[in-house]
């Protein structure tokens, strides 16, 4: 199982991010999907879920009407559509495949500043 996340970076307050999730090693289409932040001094959060279709989508509360997730499976890729970025939100974003217990990226750093 391999994960490459892109996309992070520093962002103004309010603004935007598309975050990516390049995956190969597995049967993509077959596998829900997720996606975690942990930020510094901080346990791992949960930010939501995506079944293997699409069809279904699953938000913490914190994140929920801000973040959309989704997927293209004919890419192999998973995407994290943030808005309305708050400082909190300030962490490294990393996709998981809870099929596969474990299984993360390097991560990507989003860092929301005024």
């Known amino acids: 199982v391999q994960l490459v996340e892109s996309g992070g970076g520093l962002v103004q307050l309010g603004g935007s991010l598309r975050l990516s999730c390049a995956a190969s090693?597995?049967?993509?289409?077959?596998?829900?999907m997720a996606w975690y932040r942990q930020a510094p001094g901080r346990q791992r959060e949960l930010v939501g879920t995506?079944?293997?279709?699409?069809?279904?989508?699953y938000y913490e509360p914190t994140v929920k009407g801000r973040f959309t997730i989704s997927r293209d499976n004919s890419k192999n890729t998973l995407y994290l559509d943030m808005n309305s970025l708050k400082f909190e939100d300030t962490a490294l974003y990393y996709c998981?495949?809870?099929?596969?217990?474990?299984?993360r990226g390097q991560g990507t750093q989003v860092t929301v500043s005024s």
């Open positions: 995506i079944t293997n279709t699409g069809g279904s989508t």
């Open positions: 090693g597995f049967t993509f289409s077959d596998c829900h």
């Open positions: 998981n495949v809870p099929r596969y217990s474990g299984s």
